[in-house]
Structure formats: structure tokens, C-alpha cells
């Protein structure tokens, strides 16, 4: 079974600062994807970025980063400069894969509201 | 845009009822997902389509049923309706079975409010 844990219900920052946005994760799995998405007001979901468990570097995507740390099976969103349009509900999920078999689906967390102020 | 449509945008309609939610998914994309996104039980994968054969099911309720069709888009279908079923209904693709890195692109979603 996968777990995907977001201790921070709602975070806060000032207008082009960084922010950290926490995920933990469980899973027995040999190998794993790892997906943060922003859910805006306006309801979609929105793909940020993707780190593969063998992955030797961190992803990047422009203004996002993600701090991948292992062993402490931590996959944190980093979000630099924010700005206001950055105000929304951010999502990290997983995707196993064991023994040639993946799992399609997506394990979500209940996700962090963000908020950007001016 | 992500390229996956979801028809209708909102739905209401009452107990007991039966709808259909549909979703056409980015072009090229094989594998079509459906997952319910409501306040007490978060975002929950319903199923999994693949080049129209169900390949992988979560937590969908026996009153609920999809496919995928030649053309791959895919419907869902949710009958005898209850008030819990008021949920945000998000349908994915992406492009393969579940390669590592296979990202999953989200539609817009449909709201479904049942009175």
C-alpha cells in the first residue's frame, strides 16, 4: 500500500519569497514516481512536476524544485519567487511499481493550501 | 489547457437518478483514468482504462460503471444516485500503460451536485 502524507493544511508567503511545501511518503515498492499538482480555485488540476525514484538529481521546472530525500522518504515542492497566481491547493501524489507490474493509479494526499500575499 | 475534455462541466440532479460523465482524452493517449475528488474523502481513484480494456480499479462503488470506447474516450457511468455522491469527478490520460514518468494530465472535471 501507498501513503502519501502533507502535515501543512495551509502555508503562507509573501509575494515573490520561496516557499516549501512538505510531502512524506510510505511505500514498499522498489521503484516509484512522484507528482506534486496545483489545484486552483477554479477546480483543475494542474501537473507540476515529476521525480522518479531512481533519479540521481532533483526535478526542476522553471520556478519549481523538488527536494527529493530518500531515505527520509520526503519528496518537499519548492517554489521560488512566488508569485500571486501561485494561490492555490497543491497536491503531491505517488505511483508504485513493483515486480514488472506498475500501478496506473495515482495515491494522493489531502494537500496544502497556499496563499500568496501581496 | 491539458488537452483532456470533460463533458458536462456541472451536473445537478436528484436522488435515484443515473448520468453519465464523459472525457476525451489528450490525443495519442492510451490510458484513460477516473478519480472522484470530494471534502471527506480526498481524491480517489475510481478506475483505470487502457486502449479500451479496464486495467486497474480503486474504490468505485458497484452503482458505478465506465468504459472506453474504439475512438478511446471514455464515459462514466453513475447510477442510483445518492446525496454522498456529490463529488468533483476528474477524469486523466496519459500516455501509456504506466511507464515510469507516464504523466497523468488532468480535465477540468465535472461537478456533480445530487439534490
Known sequence: AQKITQTQPGMFVQEKEAVTLDCTYDTSDPSYGLFWYKQPSSGEMIFLIYQGSYDQQNATEG???????????SANLVISASQLGDSAM??????GFAGGTSYGKLTFGQGTILTVHP | DSGVTQTPKHLITATGQRVTLRCSPRSGDLSVYWYQQ???????????????????????LERFSAQQFPDLHSELN??????????????????TLAGVG???????????TVL
Open chain 1, 63 to 73: 520556478r519549481y524544485s523538488l527536494n527529493f530525500q530518500k531515505a527520509r522518504k
Open chain 1, 90 to 95: 497543491y497536491f503531491c501524489a505517488m505511483r
Open chain 2, 38 to 60: 470530494s471534502l471527506d474523502q480526498g481524491l480517489q481513484f475510481l478506475i483505470q482504462y487502457y486502449n479500451g480494456e479496464e486495467r486497474a480499479k480503486g474504490n468505485i
Open chain 2, 78 to 95: 453513475l447510477s442510483s444516485l445518492e446525496l454522498g455522491d456529490s463529488a468533483l469527478y476528474f477524469c486523466a490520460s496519459s500516455a
Open chain 2, 102 to 112: 507516464d504523466t497523468q494530465y488532468f480535465g477540468p472535471g465535472t461537478r456533480l
